[in-house]
């Protein structure tokens, strides 16, 4: 059973940083694409970053966040600095079997339960 656990999440202020991690189990993550997304209320869930062979970024965090993983882990990590009240949301793991248009939530198979990221001003 593949599972994905987010944590890391949490109140910060602006100018801040976090570091959010997502543990996978079940398989071994660093053969797939791995990706992060955020959803904000009332707002539809928006591509943060990914990575397969490579890394890739939302126009939004370009410069600020920085994915990475840990293959003897199983994790995959989100450094985000420069925090923006905007930045505020659920933020969300996700894994991709075929690391196909990975920008796309649809591409993904299995989803973390999501940690909340605050960001005060």
């Known amino acids: 059973q593949v599972q994905l656990v987010e944590s890391g999440g949490g109140l910060v202020q602006a100018g801040g940083s976090l570091r959010l991690s997502c543990a996978a189990s079940?398989?071994?993550?660093?053969?797939?694409?791995m990706g992060w997304f955020r959803q904000a209320p009332g707002k539809e869930r928006e591509f943060v970053a990914a990575?397969?062979?490579?890394?890739y970024y939302g126009e939004s965090v370009q410069g600020r966040f920085t994915i990475s993983r840990d293959s003897a882990k199983n994790t995959v990590y989100l450094q985000m600095i420069s925090l923006k009240p905007e930045d505020t949301a659920i933020y969300y793991c996700?894994?991709?079997?075929?690391?196909?248009?990975?920008?796309?939530?649809?591409?993904?198979?299995?989803w973390g339960q999501g940690t909340q990221v605050t960001v005060s001003s």
């Open positions: 079940g398989l071994t993550a660093g053969r797939y694409g």
């Open positions: 990575i397969t062979s490579g890394t």
């Open positions: 996700g894994l991709s079997r075929t690391s196909y248009r990975i920008y796309s939530a649809d591409s993904y198979d299995y």
